[in-house]
T-cell receptor, first 113, second 115 residues
Framework: KAGVTQTPRYLIKTRGQQVTLSCSPI?????VSWYQQTPGQGLQFLFE???????NKGNFPGRFSGRQFSNSRSEMNVSTLELGDSALYLC????????????FGPGTRLTVT | AQTVTQSQPEMSVQEAETVTLSCTYD???????LFWYKQPPSRQMILVIR??????QNATENRFSVNFQKAAKSFSLKISDSQLGDAAMYFC????????????FGKGTKLSVKP
């Protein structure tokens, strides 16, 4: 079974631009979560989607948004990029919440210059 | 709000020896799950071990075991017979029970394994 895939793997953007990251979950997984990983703040939860609905959201500004499609693939969008948005963005999928294991993708490394 | 604390930013262990990574957490919930994740350099995060709060028995996965002290809110990871491939960042994570719990991570412990 294929794992979680994320595209692109690396991205360089300029301040003020917007970016869209994509995540394809493991086949059969309907929950997709996004996390931001930085050296200073560590791993922080962005949001979770389940059956095309956002059902949980972390403490990030409205510039960060996401969506999920009927095939469970998810995208996250960051508008008006800031230098501080430079990070590794991780996507994780699972069957359902609770004890279900979250399987992580390799991440997208975003650099904002 | 729940918090997870890993007090050891870096640890080192000799190959074949045993090492214990510490993790404490704070919560007022009674239903939750605890995890240890491993993130090797430039590689994907993988789950090492999982513990349900309602289970008194400590979880074990091959060379990895935990010491779960619910009253003390402590969740340490013991790695026995350390191998070079165990070198990685290790993250302790908390998740509330129910269907909408996201993972709350500690800052991580960087483990080095000396040959």
């Amino acid at each position: 079974k294929a794992g979680v895939t994320q595209t692109p793997r690396y991205l360089i953007k300029t301040r003020g631009q917007q970016v869209t990251l994509s995540c394809s979950p493991i086949s059969g997984h309907r929950s997709v979560s996004w996390y931001q990983q930085t050296p200073g703040q560590g791993l922080q939860f962005l949001f979770e989607y389940f059956s095309e609905t956002q059902r949980n959201k972390g403490n990030f500004p409205g510039r960060f948004s996401g969506r999920q499609f009927s095939n469970s693939r998810s995208e996250m969008n960051v508008s008006t990029l800031e230098l501080g948005d430079s990070a590794l963005y991780l996507c994780a999928s699972s069957f359902v919440g609770g004890a279900a294991e979250q399987y992580f993708g390799p991440g997208t490394r975003l650099t904002v210059t | 709000a729940q918090t997870v604390t890993q007090s050891q930013p870096e640890m080192s262990v000799q190959e074949a020896e045993t090492v214990t990574l510490s993790c404490t957490y704070d919560t007022s919930e009674s239903d939750y799950y605890l995890f240890w994740y491993k993130q090797p350099p430039s590689r994907q995060m993988i789950l090492v071990i999982r513990q349900e709060a309602y289970k008194q028995q400590n979880a074990t996965e091959n060379r990895f075991s935990v010491n779960f002290q619910k009253a003390a809110k402590s969740f340490s990871l013991k790695i026995s017979d350390s191998q070079l491939g165990d070198a990685a960042m290790y993250f302790c994570a908390y998740r509330s029970g129910g269907s909408q719990g996201n993972l709350i991570f500690g800052k991580g412990t960087k483990l080095s394994v000396k040959p």
